[in-house]
């Protein structure tokens, strides 16, 4: 376990020691708080937690998406981030704002005003986008996903102020 993850096999013990003081009959050993329990027992907590925590993400992530998008207007753009880069702190080292920052820093494209998703980013770092559902601006299925370097299908859109 990595030294700034967090550690939840605190949490289990506590829950477990409060389900087992529910029982009858009780085995004492059942009782003992983390601090008395042996490093082979705190592991297995650990290990329990941080299944939960990591179904829990996984449950939220799909419950209100994962997607990363990027707004192009008239005069500026914006990354709306993931629930996962959101909810870890992690927006400031964006693989996806940093790829979008890259090939929007050459002035408005007007094709590329409204929504789009960002679906990847190819090894050279290029964003792959997507009109998304609902944005402005005509759907032209004809268009495809849009990538960076494709002629005009790329993005050229805006510095972000």
């Known amino acids: ?50 299944a939960v925590a990591a179904a829990e993400r996984a449950r939220i992530y799909a419950e209100l998406g994962n997607d990363h998008f990027v707004i192009f207007t008239e005069d500026r753009w914006t990354v709306e981030h993931s629930v996962e880069c959101r909810l870890s702190g992690q927006m400031p080292e964006c693989a996806y704002h940093e790829a979008i920052a890259d090939i929007a820093a050459d002035g408005p494209d007007p094709e590329m005003m409204g929504r789009w998703l960002i679906s990847e980013i190819d090894s050279a770092g290029l964003p792959s986008l997507t009109r998304a559902s609902g944005g402005d601006g005509p759907v032209r299925p004809q268009d495809g996903p849009r990538t960076a370097g494709q002629g005009r299908a790329g993005v050229t859109g805006y510095r972000e102020p």
Do not use: F
């Open 1 to 50: 376990m990595s030294s700034d993850a967090p550690d939840y096999g605190e949490l289990v013990r506590e829950t477990w020691t409060a389900w087992a003081a529910e029982q009858y009959p009780v085995k004492s050993s059942w009782l003992l708080p983390w601090a008395e329990i042996d490093e082979g027992q705190r592991e297995v907590d650990r290990r329990i937690g941080t």
